[in-house]
């Protein structure tokens, strides 16, 4: 089963028009098997088929890959480790870290980290609010957390003027565009093509507006 879960995945990956070494792909398949382990007891994830997993959870976040900006990245209420952990794997050169206010979720993250050796990855046990960072953030990444209206809110700490927000949504978020507090704007929307899924996928990134 293994075997076909990397074939299917290392498929994904060239639709995805991304680049990534055996190496990466056991890592990733590694992060998978950690993930189905954990969360029988850790609730990590409602989705439970390996085979659905790896387009629904691997290539759903690899997908945010050619639009990463900068080199420091903070994925917030990222539970599981998504996007953050596949994204790490893939992008060794840049730093992620992975904010979440569950203590379960964290312990899993440790773990996979530490199995991983995935030394690109830092974990916050906190509310992103709360959160504090001694680096200058390049881009904020979420993925099934919150409205945008609530993930700028929460998040306005990170905003200087070339940090960026970069939103997984469902259908075109169009009621979650309109509600944009005062001072952001969107400066991208795209449409994403999962490889192995049919649900409707947007990236939607938001700026600061500039004076």
Known sequence: ????????????IRQLDLQCTD???????????????????????GITVEQEMVSKHLLDSLALGPYLHG??????????GLPGIPLA???????????DSNGKKTSF??????????ENVAIENSRIEHFQSNRQIDM????????????????????DYDCKLLAM???YPQEEINSLPPGYIVTKVVKLEI????????????????D
């Open 140 to 159: 904020v990444m979420c993925r099934a957390f919150s409205s945008l209206e609530d993930v700028v809110n929460k998040s306005q700490q990170f905003f």
């Open 71 to 80: 080199v420091t990245l903070v994925d917030i209420g990222s539970g599981a």
């Open 169 to 171: 949504k469902g259908h």
């Open 1 to 12: 089963m293994t075997d076909n879960l990397k074939a299917e995945l290392s498929a994904g």
């Open 109 to 118: 993250l440790f773990q996979v980290k530490l199995t991983l050796g995935l």
């Open 195 to 210: 490889p192995g899924s049919e649900s409707q996928r947007h990236l939607v990134e938001v700026m600061r507006e500039k």
């Open 89 to 99: 794997v893939l992008y060794p050169d840049k730093h992620f870290t992975l904010v």
């Open 23 to 45: 190496e990466k792909l056991d890592q990733l398949l590694a992060y998978l098997q950690l993930l189905i382990k954990w969360n029988g007891s850790f609730n990590l994830s």
